[in-house]
């Protein structure tokens, strides 16, 4: 028998209390702790956090008013209208009033043990509404003696410890890869090899009119959030036609088109059109760059756009401050070497066999962090699934009836 089976013997035989995830946790406004500029930078120190995939926005100067977690006073931050959430035991700042910091009340509950929970609650939501008074709080949620609570944690947080030293592997073969990289894409000969723009290298390409189409006619629309900013390949698409197009759903793409978000551009919204989204349809906040593949391959402008020396570039040309962009012309006038094809072609092979061990999630590290990830998924289901004790069930069919 192990120790949790024991002290679950012992402490709750007969099941375990289900309380309002509210009656446990504390929130806190995040009103003073909201930046007050976003011009980020990464000389400053303080990060900027949001509850999404992104996490750090950016650092800022700014230091007053900073939440002051750490590893002794740890935190929750909850986005209030998607249900994300993360766990944060360095001080910070926020961006959104959406934002919410939740303790724990430490007499009943631990608050890594709510933390693991919060992820078996798995509660997301597309309405555009404040989530956590209205529905969050309420949910129900399995409150075991904190001996068991301080076990299940303990068991949860080796399977994380571990995601997270493969992660930090991870980070630190992909700094590596983007040296070689960029030092690939740039270590050429000079007194060989041309230098030339972007618009040089590629075809025009066209726009849909819908005026012409029919209406039973539809199209795959890739929009900007399409795009996973991680591995780089269209994640998901809407459909559409003539009556429901959205306004920006203009420019025909083709596979081997390369696409990079020109509407906040630091954000890498990049990738490589394939044969599932040919003569589709993408948004105009994309510049779609269509290879001329009598001088150079698909695969060395997207490699080009993926480089720091391109972000450099664009940081350069972006404008505005809220909603920065950079124009379709400042892409396309961006300069790569162009070596002869053969040479093009070795060098991608090599990109290629370094990215697939960066990125590919059916081998390598992504695939063995991928496997853990669901392996502690799988344990935290089984772990956090307790019987109701017998009086809150029969409490519970009282008010039913």
Known sequence: MSKLDELIAELCPDG??????????????????????TDYS??????????????????TNEIDNIYKASKENP????????????????????????IKMLTANSDIATLRYIYHVMGNIGYSS????????????????????????????????????????????LTARKKQYEYYRDKLLTDVN????????????????????????????????????????DLHYI?????????????RAQQIV????????????????????DSAYDEQICSTGFCVLRANTDIVLQKWILYHIASSSFYSHVEKYQQGA???????????????????????????????????????LTSGLPAEIEARQKQYEYYRDKLLTFPARPKDVKEAKEVKT
């Open 16 to 37: 375990v209390e289900y309380v309002s995830i509210g009656n446990v946790v504390n929130y806190e406004q995040p009103s003073k702790y909201i930046v007050k500029s």
């Open 42 to 59: 990464d000389e400053f120190s303080i990060p900027v956090l949001t509850a999404g995939q992104s996490f750090i926005l950016g650092y």
């Open 75 to 98: 935190v929750i931050i909850f986005d209030d209208f998607t249900g994300a959430f993360k766990w944060v035991d360095f001080p910070f700042k926020v961006k959104s009033s959406a």
């Open 126 to 169: 597309d309405e555009h509404k404040r989530l956590w008074i209205s529905i969050y709080s309420a949910i129900k949620i399995p409150l075991p003696p904190l001996p068991v609570q301080q076990e299940i944690v303990r068991i949860l947080d080796n399977f994380t410890e571990l995601t997270a030293e493969l992660t930090a592997e």
């Open 190 to 229: 000079e007194d060989t090899v041309k230098w030339i723009s972007l618009k040089e290298c590629t075809l025009p390409t066209s726009n849909i009119k819908w005026s012409l189409e029919d209406e039973a006619t539809t199209y795959k629309y890739i929009d900007l959030t399409s795009v996973d900013r």
């Open 235 to 247: 994640s998901e698409t809407q459909e559409i036609n003539k009556n429901n197009a959205p306004s």
């Open 254 to 273: 083709k596979a081997g088109d390369v696409l990079f978000a020109t509407t906040r551009p630091l954000l890498k919204r990049y990738c490589l059109i």
């Open 322 to 360: 809220s909603y920065p962009a950079v124009s379709d012309t400042n892409v396309k006038n961006y300069k790569i070497p162009l070596p002869p094809l053969k040479e093009q072609e070795r060098i991608v092979a090599i990109l290629d066999r370094f990215d697939a061990l960066c990125n590919d």
